[in-house]
């Protein structure tokens, strides 16, 4: 099946997955803080994230995201409103399996007002609330797609009357092997029961979104797009980009376009700052007359993707899903001699020639050109006494320039390849991802 066809065909799947808010009724929405987004990043790309959708950023936009999360991530996030109205936000999410992660994450709005009379005497207070937990799961179902699904449950309350609810998100992401970089997603979130007050009940504000982002494999660049409509069939437009001006600064910004925003309005502007704990981040939005947003986010992984290996061609839709493993990408570099003398340099590419015959015959690891690899094997050598060769091999992460395994091994100068080779097979064996 070509290529042309196989993204004609999944286009067409997350057109459904988005067509089906249509579905629902024109009227007034319960529960709308459910459309804030608390982490800076998205924000400050004007909330364009549902194609984008990596990190534990993409819990409020698509939950099929949270399966680039490589480990383990968490979010934390403030947001200052006017009117001594506050909003917290905290997630966690953990890798399970190669294919499994799961996430729980809660948000908070409140207000707690004291009521005073004109002599600035205390009559009483106003209070309200905004409650809802959450749990998310996302499932790579193929190197190109990945499925997400949240659950949660939604409490309210104003003075003394309280409402509850249980709500539903779904989406698809699909990163096309053939296009690196390019990355697609869709969603459906708040789907549920109504917010009911007394006798009033109010529908949740579902929102359909799907969005397109582009971000070059080792570039410093990111554009976004996503395009949504609401329950009370609004349609909203979000262009973002962000730009990597250094290792640890990122600039962003962005337009959030509606039928209620102004230019004013729908700018939006972010910054963030990486560092070895992780990202910290900021983003500015105007209110109009109800003034300006400010919001603080804090995650671990700070947006950066585990992303399946691009090399695998098979993809989606050859011969049905593809539920392939994980491939590793892994450069060889040539293997220093540590000897005084230059007699034994010549092992150099042959222990390395060696190693490469050896990966060759594992269906997980793709050997990859240096600039490309998430792994490196880096090897030392050097002649002993007894004409015996002492060879140490180091695993290098590429992501955190990290040294994350080490074998060695003493080797007779007449069994070279044998020993090589099951030195070879022991590196192979630690190396993680497979």
Do not use: C
């Amino acid at each position: 099946m070509n290529t042309k066809f196989r993204v004609l065909t999944i286009s067409v799947l997350l057109l459904l997955l988005v067509s089906y808010a249509g579905a629902g009724s024109v009227g007034t929405s319960g529960a709308t803080f459910l459309r804030i987004h608390p982490m800076a990043r998205s924000v400050g790309m004007g909330n364009a994230y549902t194609g984008l959708a990596t990190g534990i950023e993409a819990l409020t936009y698509n939950p099929a995201g949270i399966t680039t999360v490589d480990k383990w991530d968490i979010g934390l996030s403030q947001i200052v409103y006017a009117m001594d109205i506050g909003y917290s936000y905290a997630a966690v999410a953990r890798r399970l399996s190669d294919k499994t992660v799961i996430a729980l994450h809660m948000t908070y709005l409140g207000t707690d007002d004291v009521q005073r009379d004109g002599n600035g005497a205390v009559i009483g207070n106003f209070s309200s609330y905004d409650f809802a937990p959450a749990f998310t799961i996302g499932y790579q179902i193929a190197p190109e797609v990945a499925a997400g699904g949240t659950i949660r449950y939604i409490r309210s309350e104003i003075f003394n009357y309280n409402a509850n609810a249980i709500g539903l998100d779904i989406g698809l992401t699909y990163r096309p092997i053939n296009w690196p970089g390019v990355s697609i997603g869709a969603a459906i979130q708040n789907i549920g029961t109504g917010i009911e007050f007394i006798s009033t009940s109010s529908p949740q504000p579902l929102t359909a979104r799907i969005g397109i982002a582009y971000s070059p494999p080792r570039s410093n660049y990111t554009l976004a797009g996503d395009l949504s409509m609401d329950r009370e069939d609004q349609p909203r437009a979000n262009f973002g980009a962000e730009y990597r001006v250094l290792n640890y600064l990122a600039l962003r910004g962005g337009f959030d376009v509606g039928y209620d925003a102004s230019f004013e309005r729908a700018l939006k502007l972010g910054v963030g700052f990486f560092s070895k704990v992780g990202s910290f981040d900021y983003a500015y939005e105007s209110m109009g007359p109800s003034g300006t947003n400010h919001r603080f986010s804090y995650s671990y992984l700070g947006g950066q993707p585990h992303l399946y290996d691009r090399t695998d061609t098979r993809g989606f839709f050859a011969g049905g899903i593809s539920l392939t493993k994980e491939r590793v990408l892994t450069a060889i570099v040539p293997f220093t001699n540590l000897s005084p003398s230059s007699e034994y340099d010549w092992m150099s590419e042959g222990l390395k020639e060696i190693f490469i015959d050896r990966i060759k015959r594992n269906s997980d690891i793709v050997l990859s050109p240096y600039q490309d690899a998430n792994i490196i094997i880096e090897g030392k050598y050097s002649a002993l006494a007894g004409k015996e060769i002492w060879v140490g091999v180091r695993i290098v992460s590429v992501r955190n320039n990290t040294v994350i395994g080490f074998k060695e091994a003493t080797i007779s100068e007449d069994r070279l390849i044998d020993g090589a080779t099951t030195l070879a097979g022991a590196v192979i064996s630690a190396i993680p991802g497979r």
